[in-house]
């Protein structure tokens, strides 16, 4: 990924930090050009004593409606290795990889981080298309993913990636345990 990426913070941090730490707080739908963080370098840069070292997993999926179980099963089998709870991971990446198959063309990475805790998942696609919040009709039985990332996860945005963009969550560490 190149060094400049443009970052959408849909809903800032409430579990007081995030893998991908800012120096300042972030304001809803702020967007800004800043370097970005390298998750190894930032969890290698200043590690807790006696921490656990960061764990990181990532799978390429191809654009067809099978992919959102196989990232499930994906993400249950890595969490359970990590010794990690994941059910709202789970339901979380289900919704942002069936986003991710609705409105983008192309293979779908997924990629997850666990340090010292906090989970971060990670769904690039080939949209450049930042998701929008709108309000679903009461005969739609979809629509409520981003409602559910704004309940379930401490902190969700979008990443403008090279190909697309990158739409992620973090999880706190009572979602998150080692």
Not at 12 to 26: E, L, Q, Y
Not at 47 to 55: F, I, L, Q, W
Request: charged share 20%; glycine share 6%.
């Amino acid at each position: 990924m190149d060094a400049l990426r443009t970052t959408h913070i849909i809903r800032p941090t409430t579990c007081g930090r995030s893998v991908m730490s800012t120096a300042d707080p972030i304001h809803v739908l702020d967007v800004s050009r800043q370097p970005a963080p390298d998750l190894g370098r930032v969890a290698a840069d200043a590690p807790s004593p006696g921490a656990d070292p960061p764990r990181t997993a990532s799978w390429t999926l191809p654009h067809h409606p099978a992919s959102t179980s196989a990232a499930r099963k994906l993400l249950r089998a890595q969490m359970l290795a990590w010794q990690a709870e994941h059910e709202a991971a789970e339901l979380l990446v289900s919704e942002v990889i069936t986003n991710a198959l609705r409105h983008a063309p192309g293979p779908i990475r997924l990629t997850v981080w666990l340090v010292e805790g906090l989970l971060r998942c990670e769904v690039e696609d080939r949209s450049p298309v930042v998701p929008q919040r709108r309000t679903p009709l009461e005969h739609e039985e979809g629509g409520y993913g981003l409602s559910l990332l704004d309940s379930l996860a401490c902190c969700w945005g979008a990443i403008a990636t090279p190909v697309g963009k990158a739409v992620w969550f973090e999880l706190p560490s009572a979602e998150a345990k080692i």
